[in-house]
């Protein structure tokens, strides 16, 4: 049988995409300390493995593993951890395992397909990894903290009209928040048993996010005079953390991204806008200058 060329390209990239894969996942494994997460690791290799024989063995075709590929995702999975890195790389192949199904030529080749869609997504759904344990703590200090700041910064511009000390001001109010919803959640924490989370850890989550995204949303106050560059800049990066932490989710927890980003979005500059008209009014209606 005479294989066609572009049949023998798409099993190439397919090979190569098995190969390359069985040995992020080995680099992986060598890596992790839990030996649970370190055994699904091992097993989706070995299937990764048998698949690019299988190629191989079918259709003649093999492929050389993509070294850069095996290096960004072990980077990335040592960065953002390892559900996030392995669950972005396996999204990867979801049109791999539709694109399996077509070379009917090739049965045991498409057979490939369901185990693309079934058996590596169950592994994985197996991998426990303790900073998706303290999602919702994160969550909490970062979405509470945009929420509230993006208001609150909006409410003082108009109402200072002082960039620096709106940034002061900010900074100061931002601190006492984080540590107030960090205490909150080391009680509420500790009061949940049932969660497993560490409450001291769980605190240190959210009072981190919350930093974080208050120093971020100060920032442009700080750096710049004109109040409304400012809070055009801090608009700016609250609408960039929004999408790098919602993308990080979805990925993670395998939900919606639009859904997730759209909602905070909405909810965050809905928040800024009415505490923006809040300070104009009550400048205009006190006369109070600053």
Not at 11 to 19: K, M, Q, V, Y
Not at 137 to 154: R, Y
């Amino acid at each position: 049988m005479t294989m066609l060329e572009q049949d023998r390209k798409d099993l190439e990239i397919f090979s190569r995409n098995e190969i390359t894969e069985h040995y992020i996942y080995l680099r992986l494994a060598a890596r992790e300390k839990d030996a649970h997460n370190r055994a699904v690791l091992e097993a989706i290799a070995a299937d990764e493995k048998r698949h690019y024989e299988l190629i191989k063995e079918e259709s003649g075709v093999a492929a050389r593993p993509e070294r850069r590929r095996i290096i960004w995702y072990s980077v990335l999975a040592k960065a953002l951890g390892l559900t996030f890195a392995v669950k972005l790389m396996e999204s990867g192949e979801d049109h791999a395992a539709g694109s399996y199904r077509a070379f009917s030529s090739y049965p045991k080749i498409a057979q490939l397909a369901d185990e693309e869609d079934a058996h590596e997504a169950k592994l994985i759904a197996l991998i426990n990894e303790e900073r998706l344990a303290y999602m919702s703590s994160v969550i909490l200090g970062l979405s509470d903290a945009l929420v509230e700041f993006t208001g609150a910064l909006a409410g003082f511009t108009l109402a200072l009209a002082n960039s620096k000390l709106i940034a002061l001001t900010g900074a100061i109010t931002g601190i006492a928040a984080a540590l107030s919803m960090a205490s909150s959640e080391y009680l509420s924490s500790k009061t949940e048993k049932d969660t497993g989370k560490k409450p001291l850890k769980a605190a240190v989550y959210t009072g981190g996010a919350y930093i974080i995204t208050v120093a971020l949303l100060v920032a442009p106050f700080a750096c710049l005079n004109n109040v409304f560059a400012a809070l055009g800049l801090m608009l700016f990066f609250a609408l960039l953390l929004i999408a790098g932490f919602m993308f990080y989710y979805s990925v993670a927890r395998g939900e919606s991204f639009k859904h997730r980003f759209v909602e905070m979005t909405c909810l965050s500059f809905g928040v800024a806008a009415v505490s923006f008209l809040i300070g104009y009014a009550l400048k205009t209606f006190t006369g109070i200058e600053a």
